[in-house]
Structure formats: structure tokens, C-alpha cells
């Protein structure tokens, strides 16, 4: 071999070496990540409640503490039950004075909650919402151990389970249990225009039917909101087989009428440790039928 060839070979043997060198440094870095040093975003810990969480490499399951335990509610504290709900709500929207309201038990009242201001809502073990959608409009605003059961949905809460507009909002240890109605849009989560959103160690079994027509169904919604920290979550989407819609600009979530995930116009997205599924439902009557996971547009 002449040297000019053993030159040319070595230096694609170093050339091989470095690409291998510098993908198992990426891959260790994503492994040993440490959410407690991440600058991108302001994450703060996950205040007075502790998690415990163990996986058996498909599901994650959330052992957290006893909150009534670790959170010390005071006799001054505000627990809002279904005997004296209309006392802080008016036709859902909340018009108390604290800043932090504890939920027990079960909650039917046929009505959106809306919070216009900056909230802590937490809920006590064994509460349930039964159609009964969250908006947050209010920045700053945290919610906590709190179970929705729903199976209607409308614009009057933009279709969604929880809507969040507002920035720096934590959703956390949450179970949303969304069944959409027929050929109806709908969302688990819908954030929108909402800077510094954090989804944490929660549970979401979206099913989705938008069988027919120009419908959306994503079990998550990220849209026009950056900085996103979406952490040690199960979102688990049954949803049709459908077509893609190749009249919206491309590319964009807009395409797909039904996802797991979509997230829009969001940039410096944190996607950690999360385990996300999309189950077909409906093989559906759409030419070239498709059904993705996860779309960043």
C-alpha cells in the first residue's frame, strides 16, 4: 500500500474514533442527567412534597408521601369540598381571597373552574373531578395531587382537560382521565402562550375519537410556549388512524389530527425521562392512515 493510501485510511480510522467518542459522551450526559442543574429554565424543587419513583421499565409509578402529613394544614387553611363550593366559586370562575386552596373528596358541579389569578391549588387525598375542566389564567400559579375523570369537551375550557395560558405554571402529580366524545377536539393539556410551563410526575390516559373531519385530538398540547420542562411523566393516547392534512403549512403539528405530543412554535424544550405511548383505537376509513407519537413543528 502506498503511503499516500495509509494516510487517507488512518484518517478515517481517527475520523470513526471521534464520532464514537462523542456519541458515548452524549449518551452518558443524557443518562446521568441531573434536573437540578438545569439553567435554561428557573426549575425550582418540588417544594414540601417528596417523590419516590420506581419504574419497571414501562410504566412509572408515583409513590408520593402523605400530603396532608407534609404539607401541615392549619385550622386557617381553605378545604373546599362539594358542601361549600359555591361559596368560593361563581359559575366556576374562583373569586376567593387566599392564594392557596386545598380540594377534598368529589367534586360533580357541571362546570369549568377558571383561575384568573395567581394560584396554589392542592389537592387531599381521594379527590376526583368529574367533568369538571381547570383554566389557569393566572401567572405564577401551581397545582398538586389533583384526579379529573372527563368525558365532555368544549370551547368554553379550548377543549382541554387543563388549559394553561399563563407563564410559570407547575402542574404536578396530577391524574387526568380524558375521554373525548365523538368526532369532538379535545386535549388532556393544552398549553398555550404559557412561558416556563412544568408538567411533573403525572399521569394522563387520553382517548381520543375524532374518527371523521378536521379534528384534533393530542393527549398533550404545547403551543407558542417556551421553556418547557415536561419531567417523569406517563401519557398514554388510544387514539383513530388518520390521514394527514397536507393543506397546513409545513412543518407544523397542524398536519396531524391526532398525537401524543404536539408541540408548536416552542422553543428550548426539556423532554426528560418521560414514557409516552400512542395506541391505534380505530384503523379509520382515511387513505394512507397515520398515527405519530411525538411531533416538534
Known sequence: MKFKDKKVLFCLMLFFLIIISISNVSANNLNDVNID?????SYDSIDAIEYDVESDGNQIFDNSLNHEELLEIGD???IITSDNFGSYFNDGIYNGTEDTIYFEGNFSE??????????????LNGNNFYDMPFKINGNNSNMTNINLVLSNS????????????????????????????????????????????????SNIQFIGNNKIGLIYNYGLKIKNSHYAFIYNNIINA?????????SKPFPSTDTDLVLSIGVQSSNYLN??????????NDAGSDFYPTLDCFIDG
Do not use: C, M, Q, W
Not at 442543574?37 to 429554565?41: A, L, M, Q
Not at 357541571?110 to 389537592?123: A, D, E, K, S
Not at 379550548?158 to 405554571?169: C, K, P, Q, T
Not at 388510544?238 to 397536507?246: E, H, I, K, Y
Open 37 to 41: 442543574n438545569f439553567t435554561s429554565i
Open 76 to 78: 386557617d387553611d381553605v
Open 110 to 123: 357541571n362546570t369549568n373552574l377558571v383561575f384568573n389569578n395567581p394560584i396554589n391549588i392542592i389537592g
Open 154 to 201: 368544549d370551547i368554553s375550557h379550548n377543549y382541554a382537560g387543563i388549559y394553561v395560558s399563563s407563564g410559570n405554571v407547575k402542574l404536578d402529580n396530577l391524574k387526568i382521565n380524558f375521554t373525548v366524545p365523538l368526532n369532538t377536539e379535545g386535549y388532556g393539556i393544552f398549553v398555550d402562550n404559557a412561558n416556563n410551563f412544568k408538567l411533573l410526575n
Open 238 to 246: 388510544s387514539l383513530p388512524l388518520r390521514a394527514v392534512d397536507f
Open 271 to 280: 423532554f426528560i425521562r418521560n414514557n409516552v405511548y400512542a395506541i391505534v
